[in-house]
């Protein structure tokens, strides 16, 4: 599903209409974070966002568990496995398990790092810390209460902030955003804009850390795009985002195709594609994401084998500073589970 455009414009009728259901949800939903969850044995740092839609949670989460990794611990992802149909707990194997099954974005985690889906997190957390993980790294789950996390990072972008600040279903917010501000340890901007504002004056005010960040396409893949005559197809949270970033490494966009976030190419959705890209001499685009659910379906073989990815990964402006709140967390969380089994 699309955000809605009122979502991200100042509230209007339609968010007005809507806000009363808002209020209810985010009142249940503020009350829900506030469970205590259970502990594993190992830290647990969740990476998740105040907004429904993309932000730049995966790239985010492979960002920290590579620092993780660096600081010489065995990170593992847990993660729901939004669009798969296993209900898991189940580890990833990226060589053998499709998008159908375990989800598009575990695909992508399982390339770094141990990844294990589980719509019931607590079991997914436990499988993980039982097969070797020193520290969790949770893909979303910011929300759900099931698990104890020991840090959360909320990721926003910096072009659309939190939308209109109200509670879906009148805007974008999964919960009322000053209740979500006082269970995070730290807040991720992805991008510059003016439109994070709002979140980074309520999050300085309580004292949370901002670390600014960046997407960037991976190198190779930038340069061989560069120059081309694309026709870009993403079906991610903001198209808009990949359709801006092939722009900005000089690819010329002759056409953009936007599809909802986790969308599933139909045949005659792929066919459409292919022939328009062979009818104008443009090169495919698409995402990594994308990608990782088009090629488990051997229905959409062409199409995978004509479009060309761009991989990004996440960038921290301060990375010392994210290395800091990593350190401080490890060793309070540690500290936790000793006082709690002695």
């Not at 991200?8 to 968010?15: I, K, M, V």
């Not at 719509?119 to 020193?134: N, Q, T, V, Y």
């Not at 495919?284 to 090629?295: F, G, H, S």
Request: hydrophobic share 45%; net charge neutral; proline share 7%.
């Amino acid at each position: 599903m699309r955000a809605p455009g009122f979502y991200f414009r100042p509230p209007g009728l339609a968010s007005f209409l809507l806000l009363p259901f808002g209020m209810a949800y985010g009142a249940v939903a503020a009350w829900r974070m506030r469970q205590p969850g259970e502990r594993v044995g190992v830290p647990a740092i969740c990476i998740g966002n105040p907004t429904l839609g993309g932000a730049g949670k995966t790239p985010t989460a492979i960002a920290v568990a590579q620092l993780l990794a660096a600081m010489g611990e065995k990170p593992a992802f847990v993660s729901r496995g939004y669009g798969g149909n296993d209900a898991g707990p189940v580890p990833v194997d990226a060589a053998a398990h499709d998008a159908a099954r375990v989800g598009d974005e575990p695909l992508l985690l399982a390339r770094h790092f141990p990844t294990v889906v589980a719509r019931d997190r607590l079991a997914g957390a436990r499988l993980a810390a039982a097969s070797g993980a020193s520290v969790l790294v949770l893909d979303d789950g910011f929300q759900n209460p099931s698990l104890a996390k020991d840090c959360s990072l909320l990721v926003i972008d910096g072009a659309t902030g939190v939308g209109n600040g109200d509670v879906f279903p009148a805007g974008p917010l999964r919960a009322p955003l000053t209740a979500q501000l006082a269970l995070a340890q730290g807040i991720v901007r992805v991008g510059a804009g003016e439109a994070s504002r709002t979140v980074e004056s309520q999050a300085g005010a309580m004292g949370l850390p901002l670390f600014g960040a960046r997407i960037v396409p991976e190198p190779e893949a930038a340069v061989a795009l560069k120059g081309q005559k694309v026709l870009a197809f993403a079906g991610i949270g903001r198209p808009e985002k990949f359709f801006a970033s092939l722009r900005e490494l000089g690819a010329d966009v002759v056409e953009a195709c936007g599809f909802d976030d986790h969308h599933r190419f139909s045949v005659d959705e792929a066919r459409d594609l292919l022939t328009a890209a062979k009818a104008r001499g443009l090169v495919l685009a698409t995402t990594e994401k994308d990608m990782a659910r088009i090629q488990g379906d051997p229905a959409l073989a062409e199409l995978a084998a004509q479009a060309t990815t761009l991989p990004v990964r996440l960038e921290f402006e301060d990375v010392e500073g994210v290395r800091r709140l990593l350190e401080r967390t490890l060793r309070w969380a540690r500290t936790q589970d000793l006082t709690r089994s002695a």
